[in-house]
């Protein structure tokens, strides 16, 4: 089976291709259209791509929409994640928005969300949710990862960032590898029915 992947983000592509990697499934290269974000939750904007993507492609489609959920900031940035300082997608700009915000703040509890959502030709659907605990650290460490991940400190690995684990570590214990073990089993399920 086909199935596509709805992101534009390279960095995002590559986790998701190699966490799906044990499905066994393709990942079809197709190039899809650029969707607008406007959901008011994770689901909703997994579901807005993963929707779009099964539309022009005719296959099965995934998404993700995932973000860092801040205690001390009421959940921001949330859905606004990856245009938390204007530019979508400008990692380093987001980041220092983040710990500019944070830099008085004793209450750093954080958690990274991913909603996952494919849609189906016949439009079945699967979604998933994962989330990853911990706290926004005082500076960036690490060259691994992407986004926040240089100064997201996971509670199941004390003293590191995200972005100081290696891609199997990492994996492990994040919100898109939990979101996505729950879509593997549900997926799985689908295909031998």
Not at 19 to 44: K, R
Not at 142 to 167: H, I, K, W
Request: with cysteine.
């Amino acid at each position: 089976m086909n199935i596509v992947i709805a992101t534009h983000n390279a960095k995002k592509r590559e986790e998701l291709a190699r966490i799906l990697a044990p499905l066994w499934y393709t990942i079809a290269d197709i190039p899809l259209s650029d969707v607008e974000e406007t959901g008011g939750t994770f689901e909703e904007n997994a579901a807005l791509k993963a929707e779009s993507g099964c539309r022009e492609s005719g296959l099965p489609c995934v998404s993700d929409d995932s973000g860092l959920c801040v205690d001390a900031l009421n959940g921001a940035p949330g859905v606004y994640s990856a245009r938390f300082a204007g530019s979508h997608g400008d990692d380093a700009a987001n980041t220092a928005k983040l710990l500019n915000l944070m830099h008085m703040e004793e209450q750093r509890m954080a958690r990274f969300v991913c909603a996952i959502c494919c849609v189906f030709p016949d439009g079945s659907r699967i979604t998933a949710r994962g989330e990853c605990e911990g706290t926004i650290a005082l500076e960036p460490a690490g060259e691994g990862g992407f986004g926040y991940d240089p100064v997201f400190l996971p509670s199941e690995v004390p003293g590191f960032t995200m972005a100081q684990l290696n891609a199997a570590q990492k994996d492990a214990i994040s919100h898109r590898g939990r979101a996505l073990a729950q879509f593997a089993a549900q997926l799985r399920s689908v295909a031998h029915d």
